[in-house]
């Protein structure tokens, strides 16, 4: 401290008054832009001070010089916990009289305590770089003086603004560019579990890109200036405005809460700031989620007015900008059809204010010529229908949407104009209750009327699949009711009631609103009533069994009905997120739907194989040696795959992992070998073991795999004639970006059979990993119990135990062991992990091949595995 220079010394206690002082002013119920820009001035303070103690003994010509602020400090929104941008501008000076001074000041400043961006230019130097790169320029556009010659300063300033004259063009297409890319790196606002509150789509960086095109294209960065000049909507600024100053509400509280800069809203901080800003949820919707859907909300509505502020200054600044308004043809009596653009008449705008219809006739044109809808034309219709009172939309307007949502073509995109024009949840009023509605668990990835459009979206790219759901797709005469099914299938999320009750109610109005026959709405009800359906019965239950299979065929009653469920099951899987439709799923749905379909066409699931699966074995068969095909084992092995290998593994594989299995004996009980699965950035272990060993097999493989810091996705277990068990787990491994080298697939495989070897019952021990970590911090985000459900019915054979519940490190582990520890015998399991959350599914005897039905026993295992779910064991 005592080599430190007395000012600096100085300085830092002021940082930390100051910061105290911004903190109370934030405290007192101070608006963000209040705080910011006390924060800025407070900052001001120490930074000029600083440098008058760093030119002391310093001769350097202060004319030749300025300090100057630009960036968010230039701009003097300044966060509590950011960076400051500073740069020492000189008129050429040399490195040798400048180097001192540049060293002194930026080492005092980042030893008071301060983040620093600092850089040393010339007024040249900053205009080259400024014309290549948008970051440089858009600092720039935000700078101010701080300290030094205002001559200096503001022949710079006069000369950027010559020189973006001169460019506006290219420079406004480069700061287009480069939000772009930004947004596609931190993605749609929606659409995110942890939003950026700096960098995310309608968040800071909208607001501020109407500051830079403003500049760039008009000469001015003021909000308030351009709507004087007629540029910006009043409207949009609005918008703009108060968004602004609740973003910068929420960021201030997020560096507060953390004590450093903190710009990514994750779950913990969400729930943290839903409680600092007072919300109590309603019927069904958690206070962290209303504030989520108010975030949503706050920032669609940047988002769209941004977007409108640089559509329009793109637009006027075209050549074709001013030609098109002349350049144009009529399209029925309201429309104008431009270059680029189409338009309402201002007899039309009138219309559209308040009649669904002409919008949808609008949309229609748009999409037909591929033009893009006049700024105007869509805010004047988007504030008509925000002042609409919810009303009959009358029957043109169901008659266009209902032709509009029969065909794919770019069903997706239109829907999405619909809503952002508010005129879908004028059709359909649930739409406006699902409005930015946040799901808040880590599988989800999009809010529902996101995810409800994207489903829409997805079933119609199946047409250009090459399998069963291509074909069925393809294949189907009316498309409008799966359309309609999908739009609205998760529109019942939000209430107390379970969604897919409240959903059935709202197909049924929805139906009635739209007139539709009596077949179609009860339909459309059955669809969305049991879209989970089909995906609960293929991952959950054992599709070996007939019973599995002839209580769902009893479900869905039809083949039409089956047809769209499955397509409607996937299209609403990969609307998820990416990968969440993937390979292993799209295998057993259509595993159940070729049973079913089997089962409703013909009144039974033949006990004989399918063409398919005889071929599959067939060629298994043909990879046998001379001195094989006389073993009779292999052909009992054989007609023994079960028909999961048979789809997922080539007939050579097949073959040599048989191979495997055949030299297990007592010296050699057990052996383990792995493959990297690079469709699902996944490792899949499969597991041989002699019948000598396969007592408790399950948890102490879950066990060894969980203590080398893997993460278990998915489990299949299958058990040859011998018995000899023959099971896969597909992993994660938390070491590994990519693909695991050979030596951690061999040292993983190690453990799995010293596992099965040792007869030392003790616990593996778990070691912490950064996914392990992650999951502790978030586990104060965790709204839903544990849940643990007894079916005695489903299966004439298994007791069938689901268990409901977050992911942690020995999860799985833990409640395998429990039921072996119980006496049962763990026939089947399906293992199912989406990032934070398993649903896994067992089905187990008693040792006598019982199912166990006996109350109290159920109640004493009930127990059990709740302990050893909840409790927590990394060592």
Known sequence: ????????????????????????????????????????????????????????????????????????????????????D???LHRGLSERDISPLARRISQMIVDAGFQLGFSVRTPFQCRQIAWMDATILTSMVEMRLLDGSEALFDRFEQSLRTGVKWRWRSLAGMIEKERFEERQKYGETEFLL??????????????????????????????????????????????????????????????????????SLDRSKQMELAKWMGYQGTDGVLPVEEFMQN??????????????????????????????????????????????EVWATPAGLRRMQTDPAKVLELMQVANRYNRRIEHRTWRTIRQGMLRRPESPVGSEANERFLKLISEPGRLGEILRRLHELRVLEQIIPAMRHARSLLQFNEYHKYTVDAHCIRAVEAVGAFAKRNDFLGTLYRGLKDKMILHLSLLIHDLGKGF???????????????????????????????LVHQHLLMTHTAFRFDLTQKSTIIRFAQQVGSLERLKLLALLSCADLDAVGPGALNEWKLNLIHELYVATESQLRTGDVPDRESEQHATLRSAVMAQRTIQERDDPWWAEQ????????????????????LRRIQRLSNERPAESWATYLADQNATEYVIAVHPERSSGLFHRVTGALTSKGVSILSADIHTQPGPIAWDRFVV??????????????????????????????SPPPFRRTWKSKISADAAISRTQPTQIRFDNTSSDEFTIITVFAYDRTGLLYDISKTLFDFQLDLQVAKVSTHLDQVVDVFYVTDLESKKVTEPTRLYTLRQRLLRAIEKQRIE
């Not at 500051?211 to 009043?234: H, N, Y």
């Not at 969604?499 to 179609?520: N, R």
């Open 1 to 84: 401290m005592s080599s430190l220079h007395p000012q600096v010394i100085e300085a830092r206690t002021q940082l930390a008054e100051a910061r105290i002082k911004a903190a109370n002013l934030h405290a007192s119920g101070a608006t963000g832009p209040q705080v910011c820009f006390a924060w800025a001035d407070s900052v001001d303070a120490i930074i000029l001070r600083l440098i008058q103690a760093a030119c002391e003994g310093l001769s350097i010509d202060r004319s030749a010089i300025a300090f100057v602020a630009h960036g968010g400090y230039g701009r003097r929104d300044l966060a509590p916990y950011s960076d400051i």
């Open 86 to 88: 500073l740069m020492l």
């Open 194 to 263: 942890h939003p950026n509150i700096k960098r995310s789509r309608g968040c800071l960086r909208d607001v501020q890109i109407v500051r830079w095109i403003g500049f760039v294209c008009f000469g001015e960065k003021s909000p308030e200036q351009l709507v004087d000049m007629g540029i910006l909507a009043t409207e949009d600024y609005q918008a703009i405005r108060d968004g602004y100053q609740y973003l910068l509400l929420i960021r201030n509280q997020l560096h507060f809460m953390a004590g450093r800069a903190q710009d």
């Open 295 to 340: 975030f949503f909300a706050k920032t669609s509505e940047v988002r769209y007015s941004s977007a409108n502020f640089v559509g329009m200054a793109r637009s006027r600044l075209t050549p074709f900008g001013f030609v098109s308004r002349f350049l144009c043809l009529p399209v029925g009596n309201y429309l104008r059809l431009g270059i680029k």
């Open 496 to 526: 107390t009631e379970d969604h897919s009750e409240v959903g059935k109610v709202i197909a049924e109005e929805t139906a009635e609103k739209l007139k539709l026959s009596d077949a179609d709405r009860e339909l459309t009800a059955f």
């Open 638 to 657: 054989i007609a023994s795959i079960p028909t999961n290998y048979l789809t997922h593994l080539k007939a050579k594989e097949l073959a040599d992992e």
């Open 732 to 761: 994660e491994d938390l070491d590994y970006a990519g693909i695991p080298p050979t030596q951690r697939l061999q040292e993983v495989c190690r453990a799995i059979v010293g596992a099965i070897e040792n007869e030392n019952s």
